[in-house]
């Protein structure tokens, strides 16, 4: 105790360089927080832009059908009992039908290619729930009980010069018939995430898609909705078991592989910084604590002589250095958590290339607050290591002879 206690008092008798240190301390664990707050939200943004707006967590196909040149002719049944089973499987919260194809659509005088994803409104927001926001300023999700809308991509729309409640003519062909044209109302915009997906992409109805394609009661994929993304593999794993070999399993990695690569880079990149600003924080605490020992010779030559222990002088150096980071780094990570909960409570808005105006919220864990906490104490100690060490092993003799 009474190390403990001299320890807090050496700090105090250079204020100038134990605030400076501090103050290091502080900067480096708030700029961390902050960092990664910001991190998180781009993250979540991304996140739910890929998977809880389009892709959904876990994918069931006919097997064969990723990767075919004629998927459609791998379609599934619409089948209640095909969706009993996969609801029993541990971990499932939703089932949600779909469809994908392309073909032409046209105004009347122009034609160009699009791609499709029918969706059935009562089902799908259960397994996407932020299909029903993710749509462009000033249109509505497609919702239930309507029949014969669409939404387009903007770029799509201006190519074919159509507004709202325009009425378009979509033509696809299904695996065993041949081209079908239907009528469809433009009932809003979806957002543009990329200018490619704004030229071609459009979600039309399930049922719509099926007339279209003269496919009844056929979908080409079964969506399932999972309480958290984490747990994907795992029921992807019990599903594959479920259902056997008929049919393939995905998860949102699988078909989104570059998603999972940006936010795998995104965390690289966070580890970097917080390895180049613990690095700068190590250097200022090792300055301060060789300082502290090359001004104390004496003081550890008359502390040795007294017959205090090596190691009780290694401790009193190290007890400095944990007192100091855990003082600073509590306020840095308050600050950092201040930064991001208050500055950023409204979040910010960014403009991707070719994209919409898109809003990132950040947001930080208490859990992340106690690892900033917990690394800076580690930190601290480690950076102290190197001088409490000298300091330890000074002769007392030539300690007290020293000026």
């Given at each position: 105790?009474?190390?403990?206690?001299?320890?807090?008092?050496?700090?105090?008798?250079?204020?100038?360089?134990?605030?400076?240190?501090?103050?290091?301390?502080?900067?480096?664990?708030?700029?961390?927080?902050?960092?990664?707050?910001?991190?998180?939200?781009?993250?979540?943004?991304?996140?739910?832009?890929?998977?809880?707006?389009?892709?959904?967590?876990?994918?069931?196909?006919?097997?064969?059908?990723?990767?075919?040149?004629?998927?459609?002719?791998?379609?599934?049944?619409?089948?209640?009992?095909?969706?009993?089973?996969?609801?029993?499987?541990?971990?499932?919260?939703?089932?949600?039908?779909?469809?994908?194809?392309?073909?032409?659509?046209?105004?009347?005088?122009?034609?160009?290619?699009?791609?499709?994803?029918?969706?059935?409104?009562?089902?799908?927001?259960?397994?996407?729930?932020?299909?029903?926001?993710?749509?462009?300023?000033?249109?509505?999700?497609?919702?239930?009980?309507?029949?014969?809308?669409?939404?387009?991509?903007?770029?799509?729309?201006?190519?074919?010069?159509?507004?709202?409640?325009?009425?378009?003519?979509?033509?696809?062909?299904?695996?065993?018939?041949?081209?079908?044209?239907?009528?469809?109302?433009?009932?809003?915009f979806l957002p543009t995430q990329s200018v490619a997906e704004s030229k071609r992409m459009a979600t039309v109805r399930l049922r719509f898609a099926q007339d279209l394609?003269?496919?009844?009661?056929?979908?080409?994929?079964?969506?399932?909705?999972?309480?958290?993304?984490?747990?994907?593999?795992?029921?992807?794993?019990?599903?594959?078991?479920?259902?056997?070999?008929?049919?393939?399993?995905?998860?949102?990695?699988?078909?989104?592989?570059?998603?999972?690569?940006?936010?795998?880079?995104?965390?690289?990149?966070?580890?970097?910084?917080?390895?180049?600003?613990?690095?700068?924080?190590?250097?200022?605490?090792?300055?301060?604590?060789?300082?502290?020992?090359?001004?104390?010779?004496?003081?550890?030559?008359?502390?040795?002589?007294?017959?205090?222990?090596?190691?009780?002088?290694?401790?009193?150096?190290?007890?400095?250095?944990?007192?100091?980071?855990?003082?600073?780094?509590?306020?840095?990570?308050?600050?950092?958590?201040?930064?991001?909960?208050?500055?950023?409570?409204?979040?910010?808005?960014?403009?991707?290339?070719?994209?919409?105006?898109?809003?990132?919220?950040?947001?930080?864990?208490?859990?992340?607050?106690?690892?900033?906490?917990?690394?800076?104490?580690?930190?601290?100690?480690?950076?102290?290591?190197?001088?409490?060490?000298?300091?330890?092993r000074l002769r007392p003799v030539d300690a007290l002879r020293a000026n």
């Open positions: 105790m009474r190390l403990l206690l001299l320890a807090l008092r050496n700090l105090s008798r250079n204020k100038r360089r134990s605030i400076i240190t501090a103050l290091a301390v502080l900067f480096g664990c708030a700029a961390i927080v902050a960092l990664q707050g910001i991190n998180n939200g781009f993250v979540a943004n991304l996140i739910e832009t890929t998977v809880e707006s389009r892709h959904g967590a876990v994918q069931v196909f006919r097997k064969g059908h990723i990767g075919s040149n004629d998927p459609l002719k791998l379609s599934l049944p619409q089948d209640a009992e095909l969706v009993r089973r996969i609801e029993a499987v541990p971990g499932v919260l939703a089932v949600a039908p779909r469809l994908s194809f392309d073909g032409m659509v046209n105004n009347g005088s122009e034609s160009t290619m699009f791609m499709a994803m029918a969706i059935d409104p009562e089902r799908e927001y259960k397994v996407c729930p932020k299909r029903l926001t993710r749509v462009s300023p000033g249109s509505q999700p497609l919702r239930p009980g309507k029949e014969g809308d669409a939404l387009i991509g903007k770029t799509l729309a201006e190519a074919l010069g159509a507004d709202k409640g325009a009425t378009l003519v979509m033509q696809a062909a299904g695996p065993h018939a041949s081209t079908n044209a239907l009528d469809v109302e433009i009932s809003g394609l003269r496919m009844p009661n056929q979908v080409s994929q079964y969506v399932v909705g999972i309480a958290h993304l984490d747990q994907a593999d795992a029921v992807a794993a019990s599903l594959r078991q479920a259902l056997g070999s008929e049919y393939d399993v995905t998860t949102w990695a699988d078909l989104d592989p570059a998603t999972k690569t940006r936010v795998g880079s995104v965390l690289y990149v966070m580890l970097f910084v917080g390895g180049v600003l613990f690095l700068l924080v190590a250097t200022g605490i090792v300055n301060t604590m060789l300082m502290s020992v090359f001004e104390r010779v004496r003081e550890i030559g008359t502390m040795l002589a007294l017959g205090v222990r090596r190691w009780q002088v290694t401790v009193l150096f190290l007890a400095e250095a944990l007192f100091l980071g855990l003082f600073a780094s509590t306020l840095g990570v308050i600050l950092g958590y201040g930064i991001v909960a208050g500055v950023f409570r409204k979040g910010f808005t960014i403009r991707p290339p070719g994209g919409d105006v898109t809003t990132i919220y950040p947001h930080i864990d208490l859990s992340y607050l106690l690892l900033v906490v917990g690394f800076a104490l580690v930190g601290t100690m480690l950076a102290a290591l190197y001088p409490a060490w000298k300091a330890a």
